[in-house]
């Protein structure tokens, strides 16, 4: 790939970036919705999909997509590197 990023190369560090915000945060970093942008039904099921392929369904039953937390106390290691 001649490229960063989408369509390219996309570096994946072995100690995870986890930062205090949602889900869908963490799930779509680095990109970032804009705030008018609000996410559609499809959307939400892809991110609900993607979380349950690794193992990680259960937070959204206790979570949600949308609430924000310090993601990086409550996750182990696995679960920080699977997110």
Same mark, same amino acid.
Not at 35 to 44: I, R, T, W
């Given at each position: 790939?001649?490229?960063?990023?989408? *369509? &390219?190369?996309? $570096?994946?560090?072995?100690?995870?970036? =986890?930062?205090? %915000?949602? @889900?869908?945060?963490? @799930?779509?970093?680095?990109?970032?919705?804009? %705030?008018?942008?609000?996410?559609?039904?499809?959307? *939400?099921?892809? @991110?609900?999909?993607? +979380?349950?392929?690794? &193992? @990680?369904?259960?937070? =959204?039953?206790?979570?949600? !997509?949308?609430?924000? $937390?310090?993601? *990086?106390? !409550?996750? %182990?290691? &696995?679960?920080?590197?699977? +997110?």
């Amino acid at each position: 790939p001649n490229k960063i990023g989408r *369509d &390219g190369i996309f $570096f994946v560090p072995q100690r995870p970036y =986890i930062f205090c %915000s949602s @889900l869908r945060r963490q @799930l779509m970093y680095p990109c970032t919705p804009s %705030s008018e942008e609000q996410p559609s039904a499809e959307d *939400d099921a892809v @991110l609900v999909g993607l +979380l349950r392929f690794v &193992g @990680l369904g259960h937070l =959204i039953a206790e979570w949600g !997509l949308d609430t924000d $937390f310090e993601w *990086d106390t !409550l996750l %182990s290691v &696995g679960e920080k590197q699977r +997110l």
